[in-house]
């Protein structure tokens, strides 16, 4: 038996008790994944506490814990360690451990759609913003081999640390938001992941696309709404597409293997997760 939920605040409108019932179903196990919204308000020591004397396997960690989380487990595995935030955490044999799966959810969600762009590791990326989900994405394309890839932020400051990273190897620039509206041309694979072009945020896209390479992937991790308009800019200009949805089934696959250690095809899901976020 399963017992699986998330921490955070506010987490009323989570898609994952969804996405990991139908995760559940289709591995055949038995379970459930409730939703354990601890407010600011509230004694963060105590309700972890309570949350761990409960039978459970395992918990997501989503905004405001990622990091506060960290103090309460007993280790952490390379990537979280590197991130300095926690995503997915399991219970095992007595102890608690940390994990980051955003960004491996990320590269597969893009080997899933795109397997060729794995072919040239001197691929061009851009990565549009710096913040918690850009520091993983950029860890994961460095982990995986990448050495091109900048990062454009409008704070500088932030995306020179994410550079820094692991020690990387790959050669990266580091530059304005205005920057990078002039080279978006230079781009195999662009990345938008701030929160500009969300429906809360008034869905003005962060660059305006002029120009693009033939054959570019354009990607927005924002999945509300579905088609951003900076999505809808770049097929305009005939690139290739990457829908925010799918990074967040993927790193929720393997949260859930890292639970279950079985990895569950995600076939339907994509299609059902797309018509729920059509009909909000
Ligand atoms: P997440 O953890 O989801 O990545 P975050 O850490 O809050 O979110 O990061 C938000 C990103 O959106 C940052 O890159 C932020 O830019 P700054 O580092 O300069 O703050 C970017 N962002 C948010 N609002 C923005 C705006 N109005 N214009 C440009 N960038 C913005």
């Known amino acids: 038996m399963y017992q699986l939920g998330l921490i955070g605040y506010p987490i009323q409108h989570s898609l994952s008790p969804w996405i990991h019932h139908r995760l559940l179903d289709n591995a055949g196990l038995e379970g459930n994944y409730r939703l354990f919204e601890i407010s600011p308000e509230e004694d963060f020591a105590e309700k972890i506490q309570e949350l ?54 990320y590269l597969r969600s893009l080997e899933h759609a795109y397997p060729d762009f794995f072919n040239d590791l001197k691929n061009k990326v851009l990565i549009l913003g710096a913040g918690g989900a850009a520091r993983a994405l ?54 938008q992941t701030t929160s500009v072009g969300m429906k809360s945020f008034g869905l003005k896209p962060i660059v305006t696309i002029e120009r693009l390479k033939k054959d570019v992937i354009v990607s927005d991790i924002v999945y509300q709404p579905i088609v951003t308009k900076f999505l809808q800019d770049a097929e305009e200009h005939g690139a290739r597409l990457l829908f925010g949805h799918t990074m967040l089934l993927y790193q929720a696959q393997y949260a859930f293997e890292i639970w279950t250690n079985k990895r569950i095809d995600l076939k339907d899901m994509e299609n059902e997760l797309l018509a729920i976020l059509e009909g909000r």
């Open 52 to 105: 761990k004397s409960k039978e459970i396997k395992g918990f997501n960690v989503t905004v405001p814990y990622k990091q506060k989380i960290i103090p309460y487990l007993d280790g952490l595995d390379s990537t979280a360690e590197e991130m300095h935030a926690v995503n997915t955490v399991i219970h095992k044999n007595g102890k608690w451990y940390g994990y980051n799966t955003d960004g491996i959810g």
């Open 138 to 191: 950029f860890y994961a394309l460095s982990q995986k081999g990448f050495v091109n890839i900048d990062i454009a932020n409008r704070t500088l400051k932030k995306a020179e640390d994410i550079a820094q990273l692991g020690n990387n190897n790959s050669n990266t620039n580091v530059f304005t938001i205005e920057k990078a509206n002039e080279c978006l041309h230079n781009y195999d694979l662009i990345i």
